[in-house]
């Protein structure tokens, strides 16, 4: 489950950043506290579309975004990709 865990982390960080601290060494755990959460998703076998719809709510809710709902479902996406099957 820890590389499951760390995947999910580089994929939150390098591809979804929806506030845009990637390139900040400082932020490499900015999104950490949606992991467990996001893990757990994948390894219960949620669909891309549960997984983008989580993404979508951290952005609108959690954050104060405005939301990205192409960028969630593409990350959706690789986060299923991940999936144990």
Same mark, same amino acid.
């Not at 996001?38 to 809710?61: K, P, Y």
């Given at each position: 489950? *820890? $590389?499951?865990?760390?995947?999910?982390? #580089?994929?939150? @960080?390098?591809?979804?950043?929806?506030?845009? +601290?990637?390139? *900040? !060494?400082?932020?490499? %755990? #900015?999104? #950490?506290?949606?992991?467990? +959460?996001?893990?757990?998703? +994948? !390894? !219960? $076998?949620?669909?891309?579309?549960?997984? !983008?719809?989580?993404? =979508?709510?951290?952005?609108?809710? %959690?954050?104060? @975004?405005?939301? %990205?709902?192409?960028?969630?479902? +593409?990350?959706? *996406? /690789? /986060? =299923?990709? @991940? $999936?144990?099957?």
């Amino acid at each position: 489950m *820890e $590389g499951l865990r760390r995947a999910i982390g #580089e994929i939150l @960080l390098d591809h979804w950043d929806p506030i845009g +601290v990637a390139g *900040e !060494a400082a932020a490499r %755990d #900015e999104y #950490e506290s949606y992991v467990p +959460v996001i893990a757990g998703l +994948v !390894a !219960a $076998g949620a669909s891309a579309d549960v997984l !983008a719809g989580r993404l =979508f709510h951290v952005e609108q809710v %959690d954050m104060g @975004l405005w939301g %990205d709902a192409t960028r969630a479902r +593409v990350i959706g *996406e /690789l /986060l =299923f990709g @991940l $999936g144990v099957r």
